[in-house]
């Protein structure tokens, strides 16, 4: 059976479904963008029909970073995100998780780098933790959630219509 993500339009509101991983390494977080956008935003997707969201970072860090050797240390949240974006009113579920990397990963060895998935446009980018509040990061809830994360597992929502 053929995936797909899941993104459809109802009415005049994009609804999607997203996983996002959020990697600490040396009291800094991995960020991406494509090199057009203001934002930064975890690294992450679309989650696609008959994917768990842990296989949907695990996926998409291979894809867009070429990392293999990433696991889920546990989820960190689940959110209800509604937005503009593109001229479109949009509503996402996000399924957050804590990701561990290697020591040796090559995530590692640039505060800045490319993705690697051909007609991506990605870059990626460590962020210190202090910096976080003053840095142009997307859902604005991050910059709370990421200086202080929580042992338990939470629920946010965040309307910024």
Same mark, same amino acid.
Request: with cysteine.
């Given at each position: ?30 960020? =991406? ?24 970072? @695990?996926? %998409?860090?291979? %894809? ?13 949240? &689940?959110?209800?995100?509604? &937005? ?5 009113? =949009?509503? =996402?579920?996000? @399924? ?15 505060? #800045? &780098? ?26 604005? &809830? @991050? ?14 929502? #965040?309307?910024?219509?």
């Amino acid at each position: 059976m053929e995936k797909e993500d899941i993104r459809l339009m109802i009415g005049n509101v994009k609804f999607g479904c997203r996983a996002v991983g959020v990697i600490i390494k040396d009291d800094k977080i991995l960020f =991406q963008k494509r090199k057009n956008d203001a934002n930064w935003a975890l690294p992450g997707g679309a989650i696609a029909t008959l994917e768990t969201g842990e296989e949907v970072v @695990l996926r %998409e860090l291979e %894809e867009e970073t070429g990392e293999t050797k990433a696991t889920i240390e546990r989820p960190l949240w &689940f959110t209800e995100y509604f &937005f503009n974006f593109d001229n479109k009113i =949009q509503h =996402q579920y996000i @399924l957050g998780y804590l990701v561990n990397i290697p020591a040796d990963s090559k995530l590692l060895e640039s505060e #800045e &780098f490319n993705g690697i998935e051909p007609g991506k446009d990605i870059i990626y980018k460590w962020i210190d933790k202090k910096d976080i509040k003053d840095s142009p990061i997307k859902p604005d &809830f @991050l910059k709370e959630k990421l200086t202080n994360i929580k042992d338990t597992y939470e629920h946010i929502v #965040e309307n910024d219509l």
